[in-house]
């Protein structure tokens, strides 16, 4: 039996991303230069303990950046997909896009 490059290609994704609500919150902050945390809790659905945690453990690869400040006398969580937030987001899909491609092809021969 013929080596299946697919294998390769799916022990490298990315297992952080690969979670699904930490990619689902990685492709919410990849659309914009920055937002905040009640901004990202409404789009995701998620509570707010849930999200943090989330954020924790992007933050500590360095994918996420965040930062607290005041608007208005009221605190504000600022979130931003770091520069290796976004190459590993773009690594991530385009690893996957060809395992797609190789799992199709391997299909139709």
């Known amino acids: 039996m013929a080596p299946r490059p697919h294998l390769?290609?799916?022990?490298?994704?990315?297992?952080?991303?690969?979670?699904p609500t930490r990619l689902?919150?990685?492709?919410?902050?990849?659309?914009?230069?920055e937002t905040d945390f009640v901004?990202?809790?409404q789009q995701t659905?998620?509570?707010?303990?849930?999200?943090?945690s989330h954020?924790?453990?992007l933050?500590?690869?360095g994918y996420v950046q965040m930062r607290?400040?005041?608007r208005q006398k009221k605190p504000r969580t600022v979130l931003?997909?770091?520069?290796?937030?976004?190459?590993?987001?773009?690594?991530?899909r385009q690893n996957l896009q060809c395992l797609l491609y190789l799992l199709a092809s391997s299909r139709s021969q």
Do not use: M, W
Not at 24 to 33: D, I, N, Q, T
Not at 45 to 52: A, E, F, W
């Open 45 to 52: 659905g998620l509570t707010g303990g849930n999200l943090s």
């Open 8 to 19: 390769a290609l799916i022990h490298r994704l990315d297992k952080l991303l690969h979670e």
């Open 24 to 33: 689902g919150l990685v492709a919410c902050l990849a659309g914009v230069e």
């Open 80 to 92: 931003r997909l770091s520069p290796a937030g976004r190459e590993a987001f773009a690594t991530y």
């Open 68 to 70: 607290k400040e005041f």
């Open 59 to 61: 933050e500590a690869a």
């Open 39 to 41: 901004e990202v809790q």
């Open 55 to 57: 954020l924790q453990k």
